[in-house]
C-alpha cells in the first residue's frame, strides 16, 4: 500500500543537468530504504543510486561523480541530481522504495530522461 510518483524527466542535451524527485504516499512506516534504477530499450533494469533509512548512499560506477542521490526532510521524498549527463544515461528512471522487515519492494511507473548527444 505505497504509492511512487516519480517526476523530472525530459529532454537535455549532453553535458546538461536535471533533477528527478520521487514522492511516497501510502503506508509508509518502519525502516526502508529508497533509490533510483533505470531501464534503456532492450535492455535489463539496473540500480543508479539508493540510499539507506541512515543516509548512506551507494551508487553504480557509471554515475558516480555525476549523481547525486538524497532524501528530503520528509524521508517519505528522494531526490537524484544528474549532472554531466550522456547518451547513455537515456532511460526510463524508475523509484524505488524497499521497506525492510520483511523485504518488499514498491515502483513507480518510471519517468523518460532523453539526453542528445
Known amino acids: 500500500q505505497v504509492q511512487l510518483v516519480e517526476s523530472g524527466g525530459g529532454l537535455v542535451q549532453a553535458g546538461g543537468s536535471l533533477r528527478l524527485s520521487c514522492a511516497a504516499s501510502?503506508?509508509?512506516?518502519?525502516?526502508?530504504?529508497m533509490g533510483w534504477y533505470r531501464q534503456a530499450p532492450g535492455q535489463q533494469r539496473e540500480l543508479v543510486a539508493i540510499?539507506?533509512?541512515?543516509?548512506?548512499?551507494t551508487y553504480a560506477d557509471s554515475v558516480k561523480g555525476r549523481f547525486t542521490i538524497s532524501r528530503g526532510n520528509a524521508k517519505s521524498t528522494v531526490y537524484l541530481q544528474m549532472n554531466s549527463l550522456k547518451p547513455e544515461d537515456t532511460a526510463v528512471y524508475y523509484c524505488?522504495?524497499?521497506?525492510?522487515?520483511?523485504?518488499?519492494?514498491?515502483w513507480g511507473k518510471g519517468t523518460l530522461v532523453t539526453v542528445s548527444s
Open positions: 501510502g503506508s509508509i512506516f518502519g525502516l526502508y530504504h
Open positions: 540510499i539507506t533509512s541512515g543516509g548512506t548512499t
Open positions: 524505488n522504495l524497499r521497506k525492510l522487515i520483511p523485504d518488499m519492494d514498491y
